[in-house]
């Protein structure tokens, strides 16, 4: 999919989906090219968690949470527990960086076509603490802010890793 934020036409689901594939597609740019032991390395000494391939399967069960759990009210069967809530950054290291990005991408054609498929309005099956349900569109605002600020992660850590900048 070509990495691009100029949506098709100017109507708010447009919008939103071309913003958020764009900053998917990012998380791919932000890792080409990427070394498996580059994958793997922690650079900042106070957050061992922090790598780049931790940070993809967190953006892959993000969007599992949110659309599988939240949205559609489905069992939670993400990697994470009460005693290891950050389990899905340990789990990374041990699978390809390039397994754990097809991976990603699969799941976001799978959300293209849930979302494509539902009106904005839609709440979700579960609440969130403190708001209540909130809607498809809610849930996509915050899949792109969320996203695009874990782009931001990528991009230091890939710099601190390689020094490749500017992807």
């Known amino acids: 999919m070509p990495r691009t934020d100029i949506p098709s036409g100017w109507d708010e689901r447009t919008i939103l989906t071309t913003f958020l594939d764009y900053a998917r597609a990012t998380v791919h740019a932000k890792c080409e090219h990427l070394a498996e032991a580059d994958a793997r390395r922690a650079p900042l000494s106070t957050s061992p968690l922090m790598t780049l391939a931790g940070l993809v399967n967190h953006l892959r069960w993000v969007e599992y949470f949110w659309f599988q759990v939240m949205l559609l009210g489905e ?12 389990r899905e950054m340990r ?12 991976e990603y991408e699969a799941q976001c054609a799978r959300y293209r076509d ?7 309005d839609t709440l979700s099956k579960r609440p969130v603490r403190g ?13 792109v ?17 390689d020094g490749v900048t500017g992807t």
């Open 131 to 143: 708001a209540g349900p909130v809607t498809l569109r809610w849930i996509l605002f915050h899949l």
């Open 145 to 161: 802010e969320e996203t695009a600020r874990h782009n931001g992660h990528l991009d230091i850590l890939r710099e601190l890793t």
């Open 114 to 120: 849930l979302v494509a498929s539902l009106d904005l």
């Open 91 to 102: 789990i990374a290291v041990e699978v390809p960086i390039a397994q754990l990005l097809d």
């Open 75 to 86: 069992e939670d069967h993400g990697p994470w527990a009460e005693e290891d809530p950050d």
